[in-house]
Antibody, heavy 117, light 108 residues
């Protein structure tokens, strides 16, 4: 079945870096644009970034542009989010998501990132 | 920047109808998608492209659109429908994704 599995979350100090990963299975990963969406504890959903199917085009939310980098390795069916200069407000569950018709019909289980000293 | 606005909460008795609105300038030009999220779980899409119900979503869920406002309607609400609901669309360029702030549906 179609599945996304995130990993790499944890506790990191403010100003430091962390990379979270997502592995897709059960579908042709290289055909789809892939997104990261995050959710701070007790808060709503926030879109973070998107990469096109081949990694040639990327867009970021205003809140992370210049600090986060989205990338992918289609040979490994993997999506990455490198997060630099982390702030307390970046603490959230990070979801890897995609969809076929403009929305997000496939979500991973999420990986928790906590930025704290 | 663009924004999607939802009511923070909606309360409804079992068997009644819940209507959740989402408003935003881009909604007259871009499709809207709706997600249901229960505590501790990832969101699930319950409506796509304004009014199309994905496979496996009960018929009591329906969607409509009028100008810059879209509505998710749950007819004959059941206890299991108690959850947070989020609308989602894109900016007018279709590049940046927008989420509404979410609506907590409480079944009385």
């Amino acid at each position: 079945q179609v599945q996304l599995v995130e990993s790499g979350g944890g506790v990191v100090q403010p100003g430091r870096s962390l990379t979270v990963s997502c592995v897709g299975s059960g579908f042709t990963f290289s055909r789809y644009g892939m997104h990261w969406v995050r959710q701070a504890p007790g808060k709503g959903l926030e879109w973070v970034a998107v990469t096109s199917h081949d990694g040639s085009t990327k867009f970021y939310s205003d809140s992370v542009r210049g600090r986060f980098t989205i990338s992918r390795d289609n040979f490994k069916s993997s999506l990455y989010l490198q997060m630099n200069s982390l702030r307390a407000e970046d603490s959230a569950v990070y979801y890897c998501v995609f969809g076929e018709r403009g929305g997000f019909d496939v979500w991973g289980q999420g990986t928790m990132v906590t930025v704290s000293s | 920047s663009y924004k999607l606005t939802q009511p923070p909460s909606v309360s409804v008795s079992p068997g009644q109808t819940a209507r959740i609105t989402c408003s935003g300038d881009t909604l007259s030009k871009q499709f809207t998608f709706w997600y249901q999220q229960k505590p501790g779980q990832a969101p699930v899409m319950v409506m796509e492209k304004d009014s199309e119900r994905p496979s496996g979503i009960p018929e009591r869920f329906s969607g409509s659109s009028s100008g810059t406002e879209v509505t998710l309607t749950i007819s004959g609400v059941q206890a299991e429908d108690e959850a947070d609901y989020y609308c989602q669309s894109t900016d007018n360029n279709g590049t940046d994704v927008l989420f509404g702030g979410g609506t907590k549906v409480t079944v009385l």
